[in-house]
């Protein structure tokens, strides 16, 4: 059996680890053997970078050095984690991927997205997601979960106006790269969510 990537993106407080963890349910009771992981981080390394950029000890970090270690945790992270599970035949579950790249540092804090696109094809050279579910909702919505959940981390504490353009450039990629995306609205309660994805994995692992 062959394995599949699929990604769960957007912004902050879209409920993308909530339905992760339901697609992980979903997928093992179908029998696949699942692969849960996170960026950026999944690995000790990459979780040690993880924690470099959310946290504050370097708030004010470079847009090349922030990007760099993006980069840097998921090439890690392709080597360690998703290129062994894929070539096992197991199913990826990812909570953001590169999307996530494009998004925030791009449409967020300005850089070129081509520059994104060079390092896309260094670092993973062929390998996209063969699935991208983009959890969409208002950043008003989003930021509201995402700041009763705790402490707002070095992307948490940017403005509106950021995750605005956050939004605006996941929506831009999916438009797009309309075969490998599904937008599902995610302001909706948990439920109705719930079912939206799962529909969507019906339609892909009948
Ligand atoms: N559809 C939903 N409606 C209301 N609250 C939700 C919904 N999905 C998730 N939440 C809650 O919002 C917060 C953020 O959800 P989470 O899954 O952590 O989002 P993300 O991983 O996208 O940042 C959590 O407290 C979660 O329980
Ligand atoms: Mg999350």
Known sequence: MVGRFIVADGIEGAGKTTQLAFMHEYLEQAGYSVVVTREPGGTTLGEEIRALLLGHRHDGMALTTETLLM????AEHLERVIRPALGRGDWVLCDRFTDATYAYQGGGRGLALEQI????????????????????????VGLARAGKRSAADRFEQEDQAFFERVRATYWERALQNPNRYRIVNANQPIEAVRREVESILAAITL
């Open 71 to 74: 980069f840097a945790a998921r």
């Open 117 to 140: 696109a060079d390092l896309e094809t260094w670092v993973q050279g062929h390998l996209r997601p063969d699935l991208t579910l983009l959890f969409d909702l208002s950043v008003e």
